[in-house]
């Protein structure tokens, strides 16, 4: 028999952590002296505790892990674990990911302007014609799935030449993950272009966006975090006396390359008039 201390140097756990095992009922010491309190381990525990630390370097919280061992608890149960803490670590692994590619646009942006810049332009924005379908989907997923149909098929119908900047136009009062009104398609010069029907039967159709005389605009690089633009154009409306006044766009700047989203350049776009003005900043031309 080993004391506490002697143990937890050959398991190469903390005593502090024997204690928490044992508070929560996951490790108990082999036996406790009744009369000085101290604790005392056998050799033969090695495995139980060597598999709990095996499960808790795989993510499982204790709870799950005093659950996979004492538990009459089925085989299809542990993989449902197993597979579940997969997900979120590959979700995790994601998110770094979409983080490191945000990081190296801004370097880039050091590396070719020499410092680091949030600029918010106003600019009046012309009227065009916009080639598109308005839908409401379900979540982000399958925006992103229209896209990459709509830009795969729609240049093959109406020619490249036809097509101009790929763009989204956002009417909802407030922003949501789930059942997102969305208008996609491509801004284009063509005034009397057919409707195109997809080839999942959804039709395209061509109608005309309004001129809009003030937008507040900002560049993203990246599908990735693109978001927090919006909350820099909140700031600048609001200190520069500006309030909203119209739908929203997101405009790539670039050909739309759905297989490259994280090196898209995308312009954030939101219609703004003075806030003591009462007429609307949106003009038709």
Not at 41 to 51: E, F, G, I, K, M
Not at 133 to 141: D, H, M, N
Not at 217 to 227: D, L, P, R, V, Y
Request: net charge negative.
């Amino acid at each position: 028999m080993f004391s506490i201390g002697e143990f937890s140097r050959i398991a190469r756990v903390s005593p502090r952590q024997l204690r928490h095992y044992e508070a929560l009922g996951l490790f108990q010491p082999e036996r406790i002296d009744p009369e000085t309190g101290y604790r005392f381990y056998s050799a033969l525990q090695l495995p139980r505790l060597n598999r709990i630390l095996a499960l808790k370097d795989l993510g499982l919280t204790l709870p799950q892990i005093r659950r996979l061992l004492d538990a009459n608890i089925s085989a299809e149960e542990i993989r449902g674990m197993l597979t579940m803490r997969k997900a979120q670590i590959e979700q995790t692994l994601h998110e770094e990911l979409e983080r490191m590619r945000s990081i190296e646009a801004r370097i880039f942006q050091v590396e070719e302007q020499g410092f680091l810049t949030d600029d918010v332009v106003l600019k009046s924005i012309p009227s065009r014609n916009f080639l598109s379908l308005r839908q409401v989907l379900p979540s982000k997923e399958q925006g992103f799935a229209l896209m990459a149909q709509i830009f795969h098929f729609l240049p093959r119908r109406i020619g490249r030449g036809a097509s101009g900047q790929f763009a989204l136009l956002f009417s909802q009062e407030s922003f949501e993950t789930e059942n997102i009104d969305v208008e996609m398609g491509f801004m284009c010069d063509e005034e009397a272009l057919e409707p195109v029907p997809l080839s999942d039967g959804r039709v395209m159709t061509v109608h005309p966006l309004p001129a809009v005389e003030n937008m507040a605009t900002m560049i993203h690089i990246g599908i990735a975090h693109h978001e927090r633009c919006y909350g820099t154009l909140g700031i600048w409306i609001e200190q520069n006396h500006y309030q909203l006044a119209g739908p929203g766009r997101e405009v790539f700047i670039e050909p739309l390359q759905p297989a490259k989203l994280e090196e898209a350049v995308i312009e954030i776009q939101l219609p703004v008039t003075r806030a003591n003005q009462d007429h609307p900043a949106l003009t038709t031309k």
